[in-house]
């Protein structure tokens, strides 16, 4: 029982909560202290408050966002401007901004958008596909198929096949990593491959594995022949950067083969334990010539933090796969990073909405959304097309969820249909839209996913009937039938609904 005590007491995270708390109450005190004895300070401050928000009120981004902050420091005008300085600031440090920018431009040689290409597309989609070519830096292919999994345990045997089949190299980024089935089946087949010589790649997240691996890791895979990469590691200092955090999950197998979507490395979502009840993820394993985008956004963040520098022109589709792919479908895998002031994944996100005729399926954990989402939500229903909204029926985070449901009676106003997931927790990220478009990724619907994190999705535009596409659409109609819909007007007693207010008031900074 003490040694049970201890490992909690000494647990990385408990301890970086820990310092950080101690870094907070010490900067408030000191800074109150010195306002308090000194009125110059204290007017400095103020100053600063004051400055901020004229600087927060002149930038491009989220109203929302941009109203919490002014808020806060109108609020408290002496320490509001330093809270904002410390965590409010949406841009990453100048290292990382140089670094993976840089590694950005030399990648565009390999994502330029081949004109014939694009040629082929039809409607609004094309113009969705231009917008994320032109503004994302990632093209859309066709000679490309793309295979739909509506659970983690109909993905992991394909994957795991996959990743045998591997001659020349893996590359693997997830967000999560954690010791159990899942992940020892895959590391087993990894450690095999790299005796073989085949190069095997990992970016994992510094963050999102705190608690499931030791800070070492690294050199333990090292051990193995694996080299891997421990994205933005977390150190208990205050600072705005801890917050950008690399929420994407990739897989590329010898440049031809590649995974994504909500999947984890990690138990539960192969529902091997439970987790909230069932555990409801979505992925798709793309093949062909779109592949590319994958091995380019990989290349991003290995190649800026990392000596050993991967070489993109050896690792095409067709440098190990000279035959030709097949497959009619356009795809467009696209990534979405906090270093510009482009909210690519909303856009796309806003853009299917947009172009809806029929209708609109949405899978997402979390909804916690802006104004701007919520009118394309609502203005969709509101001209006939069926919008359908998935959440989770057994929340992860509580207070999450408590925002989450905060949205649902405006959008059930103007005719948006909203279920909850009655057997569990569904941690998909996938839209489907009148049988043509679909995105299957890692961007959830709050402003973590679409402002601060590193994210990426696949964008799937079909001429004719496909049937990955048609596969998002079935598994859409299947859950539909586990889940409860929420009604209009559900009772909720006036405190709640004031809580409920207060946390949607907040919802940007969650």
């Known amino acids: ?41 204290s007017g400095i401050m103020i100053v600063i408050s004051v400055v901020l928000s ?20 109108c609020l408290f005008p002496i320490l509001g401007g330093m809270a904002y300085i410390l965590f409010g600031d949406k841009r990453p440090a100048r290292r990382m901004n140089n670094r993976i920018s840089m590694q950005i431009a030399a990648g565009s040689i390999y994502t330029r958008q081949d004109a014939t290409v694009f040629s082929r597309l039809e409607g ?17 292919w066709q000679n490309s198929s793309a295979q739909y999994f509506k659970c983690g345990e109909e993905f992991f045997p394909v994957f795991i096949d996959e990743l045998e089949k591997a001659e020349h190299f893996i ?58 990469m421990s994205f933005n590691r977390f150190i208990p200092v205050i600072s705005v950067i801890m917050n950008h955090r690399d929420h994407r999950k990739i897989t590329v197998i010898d440049g031809h083969t590649a995974f994504t979507g909500g999947i984890n490395l990690s138990d539960e979502y192969i529902n091997k334990i439970e987790r909230f009840g069932y555990w409801k993820d979505t992925a798709v394993m793309i093949q062909g010539d779109a592949v590319i ?53 909303e856009n796309v996100y806003l853009d299917i909405i947009s172009q809806a005729e029929k209708y609109v399926y949405i ?33 992860d985070k509580k207070a999450v969820f408590r925002v989450t449901r905060s949205y649902y009676q405006t959008l059930i106003a103007a005719g948006v249909k909203i279920y909850e997931y009655t057997p569990g927790f569904i941690h998909a990220k996938s839209y489907v839209c009148d049988d043509h478009i679909a995105v299957v990724g890692s961007i959830n619907m709050d402003f973590r996913s679409l402002y601060l994190h590193f994210e990426c999705g696949t964008f799937m535009v079909a001429r004719e009937l496909d049937e990955a596409i048609l596969s998002i659409k079935k598994d859409c109609l299947e859950v539909f039938e586990q889940s409860r819909p929420i009604m209009p007007r559900e009772s909720r007693n006036f405190s709640h609904s004031l809580y409920d207010a207060l946390l949607r008031v907040f919802s940007p900074l969650i």
């Open 1 to 41: 029982m003490f040694k049970k005590v201890l490992s909690v007491m000494f647990n990385r995270i408990v301890l970086t909560i820990f310092l950080i708390l101690i870094q907070i109450v010490l900067l408030t005190f000191i800074t109150l202290k010195f306002a308090s004895y000194h009125s110059f300070v």
């Open 54 to 73: 004229l600087v927060i009120i002149r930038r491009d981004g989220c109203s929302s966002y941009k109203l919490i902050w002014i808020f806060i420091m």
């Open 124 to 140: 609004r989609s094309a113009g969705t596909a231009k917008y994320i070519s032109e503004y994302g830096g990632f093209p859309i």
């Open 171 to 228: 590359f693997m980024e997830y967000f999560i990593i954690a010791k159990g089935y899942m992940w020892d089946t895959v590391l087993g087949v990894l450690e095999r491959k790299a005796a073989k010589g085949v190069d095997v790649r990992i970016i994992y997240d510094d963050m999102g594995c705190m608690a499931q691996l030791p800070r070492d890791y690294i050199n333990k895979l090292a051990e193995k022949n694996i080299k891997a």
């Open 293 to 345: 985008n994958f091995t380019v956004m990989f290349s991003h963040l290995w190649n800026a933090f990392s000596e050993d520098k991967i070489n993109c022109g050896e690792c095409m589709p067709h440098s190990r796969h000279p035959d030709p792919f097949e497959g009619d479908l356009f795809v467009q895998p696209f990534s979405d990073s906090p270093l510009d002031n482009e909210q690519v994944s």
């Open 363 to 395: 899978f997402t954990p979390y909804l916690i959304i802006d104004d701007q989402m919520r009118v394309a939500l609502s203005l969709a229903a509101k001209r006939g097309v069926d919008v359908r909204i998935v959440t989770p029926g057994i929340p």
